[in-house]
């Protein structure tokens, strides 16, 4: 029986990789920018890199650039620099650009690459306190938008180490009117960083929850609910919406996943919502195969995880990348896709951990495609690396050591 499902693993990674190489993977108002971490087999040649995109991206730019960051680090000699250099390119033509980052992101961020950021021509750059803003949330979203009408949404950190040493899903994002939608956002938290400066309240965008429009193919969807612009519907609404409309298979990756939020002095407060959510589908006879990064052995998280997989029907495993050839790499070698593929149909993909304080207080974004040829392709991402030799699955009676993240 191992010898068969051996081959089938086997023979399932081999289609995967052997998939036909084309320019890029599209669908209608998407197109699908995948990091594969140098020196793994996690490659996928059907996909743009997102140094590639965001170049083009910036090349094309003409009026303005806005982008939403948690913070920023580079370093000498590696891909950032690339970006950097197209950025700045497109400032010194006379394109507007405007830059807006987390105050916590500070800490994360270096030195260096701020200096430069603040010396390209027309760039704007604005740190603010988001805890201010949501109830101790930051700015977690990555996402960037290129003169109102093209954006970029995914858990690619505005860092070197992402566009190298990081497993990263996102969105290359065509559809006009999403750009719109993610421009607005940006303006609602842009207008609120001023407010804060001057020790002003930011007034509510929303004071119900928005419910997604499900009759729409695609929909981008975000956090916090009481921030979002019109049209744009409550993140965590929409996830534990869709999970109970599951009807037999999830597939799910994610850097960490937890059914607890963070409290004052370190405390971990409880956080059902998703953690439910997960079980209820099990209750009902979906298969659920959640993917997670070694990071989420760290305590109490990894517990709850166990508890998690012995359930029916439940498969977890963890992924842990191989140390780089060059060193260890501080807070890199790592998957951080937020992905996830439902019944076939529909995929999911953004920029959250699946915790409170992302979904609930934090900003956050996410896209939504009702449609079965990026669901699929998310499915075949995810076996890539679900039967690769760095994913096990989890010891639910093992004592896992303290992760090394930095």
């Not at 409309?245 to 939020?261: F, G, H, T």
Request: aromatic fraction near 8%; glycine fraction near 6%.
């Amino acid at each position: 029986m191992k010898k068969i499902l051996f081959s089938f693993s086997a023979l399932l990674t081999a289609l995967v990789t052997s998939a036909p190489v084309h320019a890029d993977f599209t669908i209608p108002g998407f197109e699908l920018v995948y990091t594969a971490p140098v020196e793994t087999n996690l490659v996928a040649a059907d996909l743009r890199d997102p140094v590639t995109v965001w170049c083009e991206m910036f090349d094309a730019a003409r009026d303005e650039i806005v982008i939403g960051q948690f913070y920023a680090a580079g370093k000498p000699g590696e891909a950032l620099d690339k970006v950097m250099a197209r950025l700045k390119a497109a400032g010194t033509r006379g394109v507007k650009i405007r830059f807006l980052m987390d105050e916590r992101g500070k800490a994360a961020s270096d030195a260096a690459t701020l200096a430069q950021l603040k010396a390209i021509p027309n760039l704007e750059l604005q740190i603010m306190e988001f805890a201010k803003v949501a109830g101790g949330g930051i700015i977690h979203a990555k996402y960037f938008v290129v003169d109102g009408t093209t954006a970029f949404v995914g858990s690619q950190n505005f860092d070197w180490r992402s566009l190298s040493h990081i497993q990263e899903t996102g969105l290359r994002i065509t559809d006009k009117t999403m750009a719109k939608q993610v421009k607005a956002l940006f303006e609602i938290d842009w207008q609120a960083a001023a407010l804060i400066a001057q020790g002003k309240t930011v007034p509510l965008s929303n004071s119900a929850v928005v419910p997604a429009d499900t009759s729409q193919a695609a929909y981008i969807v975000a956090s916090p609910n009481a921030y979002n612009p019109a049209g744009v519907a409550d993140s965590e609404t929409e996830l534990i919406r869709l999970l109970g409309a599951a009807k037999s298979e999830v597939l799910v990756q994610l850097l960490d996943y937890a059914p607890l939020s963070y409290g004052p002095n370190r405390t971990r407060p409880y956080y059902a919502k998703i953690d439910d959510a997960i079980r209820a589908a099990s209750s009902r006879g979906v298969k659920v195969r959640l993917m997670v990064s070694h990071w989420n052995t760290a305590e109490p998280a990894i517990h709850y995880l166990q508890s998690l997989a012995v359930l029916p029907g439940i498969e977890i495993r963890i992924v842990t990348l191989p140390e780089a050839t060059t060193g260890f790499i501080p807070y890199a070698r790592v998957i951080h896709s937020k992905a996830m593929s439902i019944d076939g149909k529909t995929a999911w993909i953004g920029t959250s951990n699946w915790s409170g304080g992302y979904l609930d207080n934090s900003r956050n974004i996410e896209v939504v495609m009702h449609n079965q040829a990026m669901a699929k392709r998310l499915a075949q991402l995810h076996a890539q690396t679900w039967f690769s030799p760095y994913a096990k699955p989890i010891d639910v009676l093992k004592t896992y050591p303290k992760p090394v993240k930095g």
